[in-house]
């Protein structure tokens, strides 16, 4: 814990597969298709390639496709639709596959004088309510631009790889955070840069690459394996608190990128 007088450290998150056990967006898919986003063959190719990210991850190649691939899926998109899609359906979806080990640890940072910000390439509208569930006391998400209430198909900020780390280091000079003594989760290679940004890194489920790299920098591995589940929600309500602050509050990025995966079969605390 951190001495009087001393910068504040806080802990990062990444979301997916980190602090719940699969893609947050995708999980969403079929709302979606039930709200008239998305037709029932994107649902069936969603489901595929929720089983390939399971399986193997996200590479820095595929996330890359994602760019391409997110002006032509989300154009026209109605973003009150999206957001109350999400509403309507966050318990039931996402409550059972949150890591109760995750949220061991947010609570013991925010019983260490930590901020909790939950950093995921996902769109807010997605990770924004689930930050919230969690109390996550600010959230770093992809941004697209929205014109007339839809979105326009545009990517205005990508919270991905490097620029995961430069919202980090942004949001801890505006914050006041100490990063040598602030913590960071992840489970994928591609956030290398978060967590080299901070002192107490931690690679959790990380995928193979990520686990030989944490490995050989000496830094720790955690290995989640129980989602929390629909009879602990209780429990969440126990850690609940409002987010305070959210960066960058909307988009669907990471949505793209498993339409891509339809491409490639090969799966790719402290």
């Known amino acids: 814990?951190?001495?009087?007088?001393?910068a504040r450290s806080a802990?990062?998150?990444?979301l997916d597969k980190t602090i719940i056990a699969r893609s947050s967006t995708l999980a969403f898919s079929r709302p979606f298709y039930a709200g008239g986003l998305i037709n029932r063959r994107t649902v069936?190719?969603?489901a595929y390639a929720q089983f390939v990210y399971l399986l193997g991850g996200a590479d820095h190649d595929q996330m890359e496709r994602m760019r391409e691939y997110i002006s032509a899926m989300c154009t026209g998109w109605d973003v009150r639709t999206v957001q109350a899609i999400v509403a309507d359906t966050l318990d039931h979806i996402v409550t059972p596959m949150i890591h109760d080990e995750a949220v061991e640890l947010i609570e013991q940072h925010h019983a260490a004088g930590r901020d909790v910000v939950i950093v995921s390439s996902s769109g807010a509208e997605v990770v924004e309510p689930i930050g919230a569930m969690l109390g996550a006391d600010k959230v770093i998400?992809?941004?697209?631009?929205?014109a007339d209430g839809k979105y326009t198909g545009e990517i205005a900020d990508y919270a991905y790889g490097p620029q995961k780390a430069a919202a980090i280091r942004a949001l801890a000079a505006a914050e006041g955070y100490d990063l040598e003594t602030s913590y960071a989760y992840s489970d994928s290679v591609?956030?290398?840069?978060?967590?080299?940004?901070?002192g107490h890194p931690y690679a959790v489920n990380p995928d193979k690459t990520l686990r030989r790299l944490a490995i050989a920098r000496d830094?720790?591995?955690?290995?989640f394996s129980e989602p929390v589940g629909l009879t602990e929600r209780?429990?969440?309500?126990q850690v609940r608190r409002p987010v305070v602050a959210t960066v960058a509050v909307a988009g669907l990025a990471a949505w793209a990128f498993f339409l891509a995966t339809r491409r490639r079969t090969r799966p790719a605390a402290h």
Do not use: K
């Open 11 to 14: 802990a990062f998150f990444d």
């Open 1 to 6: 814990m951190e001495h009087p007088g001393t």
């Open 219 to 223: 830094w720790p591995v955690l290995d």
């Open 141 to 146: 998400a992809t941004r697209m631009i929205v």
């Open 44 to 46: 069936l190719r969603s």
């Open 190 to 198: 591609t956030d290398e840069p978060m967590l080299a940004a901070v």
């Open 234 to 237: 209780s429990r969440l309500r």
